[in-house]
């Protein structure tokens, strides 16, 4: 039976101990206290069966309220079976005629002959008595308890209570002078479970998977008794329904009482769980009318409140006076109901059971009640606005208004419910001057819930009669949303429409619709860099003809930071991600990175899930041409959730997060997820439009389809993918090197005359644009290409070219490829030197293709590989492990040197060269590699590990 108890070991130890000492001849008292449920008669159970085995006699009783008026009614239960005790139950009975208003009146000699008949049965053998639920025994029998616990300290009996926290007993006088002649240790106070605790309890009980167990622990708080009902009555189904579907109702406080229940149609799944647990209902229930007469009342007010509870106003749903609320809530509080400190309900299902007691319209008047009182005393609109959106009706002219103003202040934050709000306002009745104000808040909340929802909402917003400003407004507005579904001729169609209606009475509204015009004519292909008919100004026209002819790299990157340092667009506009991508194509990966940075962080502030999303998957674009694999496919997954969250996942950037997520599935050799992603969203001809970011995912098909062994079908991509770009009179492989990935794919069918046709192309093209990323994975796939001696020239290019760039992914290829060139050549040393570090380098990026290539390549040319690291930090030797641990830890070169009691030149030696394997260059990113969770050895054993493990200052190679 002990393991059926969880979370109670120092409960054992004090019965244990007791029951030990009765044995040993001497007595004690004990009493545990706690709130329903809480394991009190459990734990009797348990401590009656420990009595047995070491021999002891077990005498229990029980107290029941509707036995209170027997007297003596414990007692007899305890003491019937005793012959020690016979003479005295003959006095008992004599005396029981004689009453005084209802009460027996027994005298010391009968207390006493009791008490020794306990006496004389304990001689023979030790005994527990067990009283469960004191506070309902009877007058007479608390009064002979109270006399036996004082004479227990040397008879072998021992007398374990319990009682219930909050409930009043027959005479709490007695009960009072019983608990005050217990020790402090052993007056036992029972708390709910741990988590830890509850969720052995739960795993225990079985029949329910992971995500149940914990909607159930999370809903009974840790007690017990609600937890093991749960388990065995409600199904797990069911409870993973009621914990997230609609059904679903936080008991946080009245800002999020409506969150997930509309008041219109009363949910499911809490009907249907409160008919199983019915019994635990029924028990609360008549613990609460034994409370207080106003109990019950204040309890289901409090229930339909939510936190923190005003009394004044629970006192105005309930109709009674302050002081009666105030009095029950202590009841309350006393009873372990609601937490002492926020007035909160300390289970949410007894809340959430209490709540379903009411009936609905009277639920639905409360509701109403509370709205109005909380309105009177200042309360905020969000919090009224969780009420009303529960009532029945809204009958009064600031309801709908005080719904629009809550919903204003969210819609932001959490669209869900400020749709609702919204809906419920419109339900009711909005005011003719309200009403475009609620179907603009109500497209608005739309937008980051349901994309394609929102511009259908939109478009039949802006076919009604507006004024000019407005119209401007929803037209920008419905044309953005269309590019982000890839709806480009509507997006056209929209602004073009809004064009011929205002004319060019604004000049200024003019610009934004032309400027408009220019980015949907980007993403569909119909704008030159030529054309001077365009909305950008002059210097962003100048940035797109460089960039997209391939003409100088450097005079690009010139322009894009003139725009960015001095912002000429505001941050996340489509100008401003013009300049951003030019300076990636021109090199400046961390430059392009700060700006993203920044732009994500904004992002957030604001909230906008489609600018978050765009933002994030085009830092991860940034992120995989820095070598950031990780980062990359974590900033790629975030994006793509999100966009699945709002209905766009298969449309605009959601193209480019899949693009990125199968690149880095393909230098992870993850050839399943790349598969998977090409199976989720197929890229193939004529199915969607030929969008910007839709020439990345065909870009990335098709090198995923060449690792696939499907090579024609990669080849027939990257000619989409050429076709596209020969269309917008695009050149620079800056933008998408599909000559190097259609070198790679013709290198698989073994047509090396038109791989290196093609690989030469992008030489000559990116040697004109002279960016060291595009330069250098041009140089490597032409390598790929060639042999001999000009293999050897061409790595040799892209090494020097590669090595000071910010791209060291790029560069473990490119080390790859010359040390592929340097075997042809029969130069095995270095051969084996450039393949070791383009192992090392593959390792700790992740780049785990790459890896198996080198090693393969390297036992090929007589080297042995370093077996494969589990951790990047182990490719460091010991003695750079433990400087870079203590470099992390915040210590300065000179406190390492005079730690291990070496020169300061040994230190610096080993962090370059833990900064060059791990691929880093600033002493804070050692802290990613060398958590601060991480305890550093103790210096005495750490001083002793070094010294055995220093290389001599000779022999070390400086950085």
């Given at each position: 039976m002990v393991q059926e108890l969880f979370g109670r070991s120092e409960e054992f130890k004090i019965i244990t101990e007791m029951l030990d000492s009765a044995v040993a001849g001497a007595g004690a008292v004990s009493l545990m206290e706690g709130m329903i449920g809480t394991g009190k008669t459990a734990l009797l159970r348990w401590a009656e069966a420990t009595a047995r085995d070491?021999?002891?006699v077990v005498l229990s009783a029980t107290a029941s309220p509707v036995e209170q008026h027997f007297s003596l009614g414990i007692v007899h239960q305890l003491l019937a079976t005793l012959p020690q005790t016979a003479q005295g139950w003959e006095r008992a009975l004599a005396t029981s005629t004689k009453s005084d208003?209802?009460?027996?009146?027994?005298?010391?000699?009968?207390?006493?002959?009791?008490?020794?008949?306990?006496?004389?049965?304990?001689?023979?053998?030790?005994?527990?008595?067990?009283?469960?639920?004191?506070?309902?025994?009877?007058?007479?029998?608390?009064?002979?308890?109270?006399?036996?616990?004082?004479?227990?300290?040397?008879?072998?009996?021992?007398?374990?209570?319990?009682?219930?926290?909050?409930?009043?007993?027959?005479?709490?006088?007695?009960?009072?002078?019983?608990?005050?002649?217990?020790?402090?240790?052993?007056?036992?106070?029972?708390?709910?479970?741990?988590?830890?605790?509850?969720?052995?309890?739960?795993?225990?009980?079985?029949?329910?998977?992971?995500?149940?167990?914990?909607?159930?622990?999370?809903?009974a708080g840790g007690n017990p008794y609600l937890l093991t009902e749960q388990m065995r009555n409600v199904p797990a189904e069911q409870i993973r329904t009621t914990s997230a579907g609609p059904g679903a109702r936080p008991h946080d406080g009245p800002?999020?009482?409506?969150?997930?229940?509309?008041?219109?149609?009363?949910?499911?799944?809490?009907?249907?769980?409160?008919?199983?647990?019915?019994?635990?209902?029924?028990?609360?229930?008549?613990?609460?009318?034994?409370?207080?007469?106003?109990?019950?009342?204040?309890?289901?007010?409090?229930?339909?409140?939510?936190?923190?509870?005003?009394?004044?106003?629970?006192?105005?749903?309930?109709?009674?006076?302050?002081?009666?609320?105030?009095?029950?809530?202590?009841?309350?509080?006393?009873?372990?109901?609601?937490?002492?400190?926020?007035?909160?309900?300390?289970?949410?299902?007894?809340?959430?059971?209490?709540?379903?007691?009411?009936?609905?319209?009277?639920?639905?008047?409360?509701?109403?009640?509370?709205?109005?009182?909380?309105?009177?005393?200042?309360?905020?609109?969000?919090?009224?606005?969780?009420?009303?959106?529960?009532s029945h009706r809204l009958d009064e002219p600031w309801m709908v208004r005080l719904l629009l103003d809550a919903a204003q202040g969210m819609v932001g934050r959490d669209p869900?419910?400020?749709?609702?709000?919204?809906?419920?306002?419109?339900?009711?009745?909005?005011?003719?001057?309200?009403?475009?104000?609620?179907?603009?808040?109500?497209?608005?909340?739309?937008?980051?819930?349901?994309?394609?929802?929102?511009?259908?909402?939109?478009?039949?917003?802006?076919?009604?009669?507006?004024?000019?400003?407005?119209?401007?407004?929803?037209?920008?507005?419905?044309?953005?949303?269309?590019?982000?579904?890839?709806?480009?001729?509507?997006?056209?169609?929209?602004?073009?429409?809004?064009?011929?209606?205002?004319?060019?009475?604004?000049?200024?509204?003019?610009?934004?619709?032309?400027?408009?015009?220019?980015?949907?004519?980007?993403?569909?292909?119909?704008?030159?860099?030529?054309?001077?008919?365009?909305?950008?100004?002059?210097?962003?026209?100048?940035?797109?003809?460089?960039?997209?002819?391939?003409?100088?790299?450097?005079?690009?990157?010139?322009?894009?930071?003139?725009?960015?340092?001095?912002?000429?667009?505001?941050?996340?506009?489509?100008?401003?991600?013009?300049?951003?991508?030019?300076?990636?194509?021109?090199?400046?990966?961390?430059?392009?990175?700060?700006?993203?940075?920044?732009?994500?962080r904004l992002a957030r502030a604001q909230g906008a899930v489609t600018r978050i999303a765009e933002a994030l998957v085009v830092r991860a674009l940034v992120q995989l041409h820095r070598g950031l694999l990780a980062d990359a496919e974590d900033d790629a997954c975030q994006s793509l959730e999100l966009l699945t969250r709002i209905r766009a996942s298969r449309h605009h950037v959601g193209a480019l997060a899949r693009s990125v997520l199968i690149d880095v599935a393909l230098e992870k050799d993850d050839i399943a997820a790349a598969s998977a992603l090409l199976d989720e969203a197929p890229p193939l001809a004529g199915e969607q439009p030929r969008t910007w970011w839709r020439l990345y995912l065909l870009h990335s098909a098709g090198r995923a389809l060449g690792r696939l062994g499907q090579v024609p079908r990669g080849l027939a991509l990257i000619a989409q993918c050429e076709e596209e770009l020969a269309r917008r009179g695009i050149v620079n492989p800056a933008v998408l090197p599909w000559r190097s990935t259609r070198s790679g794919l013709l290198l698989?069918?073994?047509?090396?005359?038109?791989?290196?046709?093609?690989?030469?192309?992008?030489?000559?093209?990116?040697?004109?644009?002279?960016?060291?990323?595009?330069?250098?994975?041009?140089?490597?796939?032409?390598?790929?290409?060639?042999?001999?001696?000009?293999?050897?020239h061409l790595t040799g290019q892209a090494l020097d070219i590669l090595e000071p760039s910010p791209t060291p992914l790029l560069f473990a290829h490119a080390l790859y490829e010359a040390g592929r060139a340097h075997r042809q050549a029969g130069k095995a040393r270095r051969t084996r030197e450039l393949l070791h570090r383009a192992n090392e380098m593959a390792i700790s990026l992740g780049a785990d293709g790459l890896v198996e290539a080198v090693q393969w390549e390297l036992r090929y040319a007589g080297g042995r590989p370093d077996p494969r690291k589990d951790s990047a930090e182990s490719l460091l030797t010991p003695t750079e492990r433990q400087v870079s641990e203590l470099a992390a830890r915040g210590m300065s070169n000179r406190d390492i040197a005079r730690l291990l009691k070496v020169s300061l030149r040994n230190i610096e030696s080993h962090l370059t060269h833990s900064y060059r394997k791990l691929r880093i260059s600033r002493r804070h990113e050692l802290a990613k590699y060398f958590p601060p969770e991480e305890e550093p050895a103790a210096p005495p054993v750490l001083l002793r590990q070094i010294r055995t493990a220093l290389t001599p200052p000779h022999q070390l190679r400086t950085g």
């Open positions: 070491k021999g002891m208003g209802g009460r027996t009146g027994h005298d010391y000699p009968l207390l006493a002959e009791l008490c020794a008949g306990v006496g004389r049965a304990a001689r023979c053998s030790p005994i527990l008595l067990t009283v469960d639920s004191l506070q309902h025994a009877d007058r007479e029998s608390l009064l002979w308890l109270g006399f036996l616990s004082r004479r227990l300290a040397n008879l072998p009996v021992v007398l374990l209570a319990t009682k219930r926290c909050g409930e009043t007993a027959s005479d709490q006088h007695l009960l009072v002078e019983f608990m005050e002649g217990i020790r402090p240790d052993r007056h036992i106070h029972l708390r709910d479970l741990s988590p830890s605790a509850a969720s052995d309890l739960a795993a225990a009980l079985c029949g329910h998977d992971h995500e149940s167990v914990d909607a159930l622990v999370a809903g800002g999020h009482a409506a969150d997930e229940i509309s008041a219109e149609q009363p949910p499911a799944g809490p009907q249907d769980e409160r008919v199983h647990l019915q019994g635990v209902k029924e028990r609360i229930l008549c613990m609460l009318r034994r409370l207080d007469p106003h109990c019950l009342k204040i309890a289901r007010a409090a229930s339909t409140l939510g936190s923190p509870l005003d009394p004044a106003i629970l006192s105005d749903l309930c109709g009674v006076p302050t002081e009666e609320a105030c009095r029950s809530l202590s009841r309350l509080t006393e009873s372990g109901l609601l937490c002492r400190h926020d007035m909160k309900f300390r289970h949410p299902l007894l809340s959430e059971l209490l709540y379903q007691d009411i009936p609905c319209a009277e639920r639905a008047e409360l509701h109403l009640l509370a709205a109005r009182f909380m309105r009177r005393r200042g309360a905020p609109p969000a919090d009224v606005s969780a009420h009303l959106l529960r869900a419910r400020a749709r609702r709000l919204i809906e419920k306002a419109v339900l009711h009745g909005v005011p003719d001057e309200l009403a475009v104000r609620a179907e603009g808040m109500r497209i608005q909340a739309l937008t980051a819930l349901d994309l394609p929802a929102s511009a259908r909402a939109l478009t039949a917003h802006a076919a009604g009669p507006l004024r000019p400003e407005e119209r401007l407004r929803e037209a920008l507005r419905l044309s953005d949303i269309l590019l982000r579904l890839d709806e480009l001729s509507g997006a056209r169609e929209v602004l073009e429409k809004a064009r011929a209606e205002l004319g060019s009475a604004d000049p200024s509204s003019a610009a934004r619709l032309r400027r408009r015009l220019t980015h949907v004519r980007l993403h569909e292909g119909t704008y030159r860099a030529d054309d001077r008919c365009g909305g950008e100004d002059r210097l962003e026209r100048v940035l797109l003809l460089r960039t997209a002819t391939g003409d100088s790299a450097r005079a690009a990157r010139r322009i894009a930071n003139r725009s960015l340092t001095v912002p000429r667009a505001p941050y996340g506009s489509s100008t401003w991600y013009h300049a951003l991508l030019a300076l990636l194509w021109s090199g400046d990966v961390d430059e392009a990175r700060r700006h993203l940075d920044t732009e994500v698989a069918q073994r047509n090396v005359v038109a791989a290196r046709r093609a690989a030469r192309e992008e030489t000559e093209l990116a040697r004109r644009w002279n960016a060291p990323f595009a330069l250098g994975r041009a140089l490597v796939a032409e390598a790929a290409a060639s042999s001999g001696s000009e293999a050897l």
